[in-house]
């Protein structure tokens, strides 16, 4: 039986009582308890910055952070930026000089800034980019969130805005030719997009996968028995088992290369750190996790090569036993000449 423990928060100005797990993660009580979706997970480490928020005025990962350290805080998200999910000034900056695109790093993006403009009302553009290092974006090369950040810091102020960047007006409706105002925007920019991730239906299970901590070594043995074992584990899939049912993965890339033959989990062996071992289903993430440490694994650790030369010397070791060596693909890179 788990141990759940009282939670004081106020989130958005709205003060919440919660019964959570001591081991509960902020992000986990925002989103599953509060239905707070704006705060995406993009990483669980605290590398990507999806999941910042506001804790009594401060930027901070939520994924990184347990519910009960911030027992009686002030919690704020992008829900609570504007009321009745209406655009504040930040909003409409990051509307009108295109600083998403996807918007999937957008609102962790603006918690960032909003702490910043709350602290600094006239940020260099170098404070700027400081301010939101912790959070990237695949998208938009980060200049447009620069510009919208400085471009709301002046309105803040009270002075003029730099030029924004304006959509055209089409009399006949088309627009091909046209600069379009994207209808996603708003919600986006208000932690109203729909992600898969928020669209969880009842009944859902939530998957984890056991890693290598090797760069290279053979597996000996796999026992998954107290996994198995754990009330609220649906399935446990080991590398052999793996094999049985699923068929090898498929080349990405063949362009004359020597392929191997490997599957979405290793059998007999691990051939680069961070390798699948074995993966399952569970009823709850944390309990996935739970099941994870129950798997126990043998290992016979092999030497790992490292670099090109180590790959390509004749005494190394082989990373596939059926290849004469570690070559994949020779290429002939001198200039050719083509008849015109």
């Known amino acids: 039986m788990r141990e759940m423990q009282e939670l004081r928060l106020a989130v958005n100005g709205t003060p919440q009582t919660l019964a959570v797990e001591s081991r509960t993660l902020l992000v986990d009580v925002l989103r599953r308890n509060l239905n707070l979706t ?7 480490d605290g590398r990507c910055g999806a999941c910042t928020v506001r804790v009594n005025g401060a930027p901070v990962k939520s994924c990184l952070v347990l519910a009960h350290q911030v027992d009686g805080a002030k919690i704020d998200t992008v829900e609570g930026l504007a009321p009745r ?3 504040g000034i930040l909003q409409t900056a990051f509307k009108r000089h295109h600083g998403l695109q996807c918007g999937f790093c957008t609102p962790g993006m603006l918690m960032s800034a909003a702490a910043l403009l709350e602290r600094n009302s006239t940020p260099s553009e170098v404070e700027v980019r ?10 938009t090369g980060y200049q447009h969130i620069v510009e919208s950040v400085l471009s709301a810091a002046a309105e803040l102020r009270g002075e003029a805005r730099p030029a924004m960047l304006t959509h055209a007006q089409s009399d006949s409706g088309k627009s091909v030719g046209q600069n379009v105002e994207r209808v996603q925007d708003a919600r986006l920019l208000t932690g109203r997009g729909r992600f898969s991730a928020d669209v969880l239906p009842p009944g859902t ?9 090797h760069a290279h070594a053979r597996i000996k043995r796999v026992d998954a028995t107290r996994a198995r074992a754990i009330p609220g584990v649906i399935e446990v899939l080991t590398g052999a088992e793996a094999q049985q049912i699923c068929k090898p993965l498929p080349p990405t890339i063949n362009i004359a290369m020597r392929m191997n033959t490997s599957y979405s989990i290793a059998v007999d062996r691990v051939r680069y750190h961070g390798e699948p071992v074995a993966a399952l289903a569970a009823i709850d993430p944390y309990l996935a ?4 440490a129950a798997i126990e694994v043998e290992y016979e650790l092999l030497p ?3 670099d090109m030369a180590g790959a390509l010397a004749s005494n190394a070791p082989r990373l596939y036993d059926e290849w004469p060596d570690n070559r994949c693909l020779e290429s002939d890179r001198s200039p050719r000449k083509f008849d015109r």
């Open 38 to 44: 704006g705060t995406h997970i993009g990483c669980d």
């Open 304 to 306: 790992p090569v490292v």
């Open 205 to 213: 299970l939530h998957a984890a996968i056991l890693r290598s901590p």
């Open 130 to 139: 400081a301010a939101i290092a912790g959070n990237l974006c695949r998208c």
């Open 289 to 292: 996790e739970d099941a994870l």
């Open 85 to 87: 999910g209406t655009l």
